[in-house]
């Protein structure tokens, strides 16, 4: 009976190393994604220019609206 409890156990302990092994390759076989790059600050011109076009479709939203009053 004891040789059989010492079988499980080696057997236990065995499954185990192999399963942390098989993770351990796993991570250090992940491709890495290369980084982002560095979001681009928008300039004067582009921040006019966008404020531009809000403003406008803030016109036309105003003037699409202004029947329901």
Same mark, same amino acid.
């Given at each position: ?12 302990? *065995?499954?185990? /190393?192999?399963?942390?092994? =098989?993770?351990?390759?796993? @991570?250090?076989? %992940? ?15 582009? *921040?006019?220019? /966008?404020?531009?076009?809000? =403003?406008?479709?803030?016109? @036309?939203?105003? %003037? ?6």
């Amino acid at each position: 009976m004891r040789a059989k409890k010492m079988a499980a156990a080696m057997t236990a302990v *065995q499954y185990y /190393l192999e399963q942390e092994a =098989a993770e351990s390759a796993a @991570v250090n076989n %992940r491709v890495t994604l290369p980084a982002a790059p560095a979001p681009v600050e928008m300039g004067q011109w582009a *921040q006019s220019g /966008l404020i531009d076009m809000m =403003a406008g479709r803030r016109m @036309v939203q105003l %003037r699409a609206f202004s029947n329901l009053r």
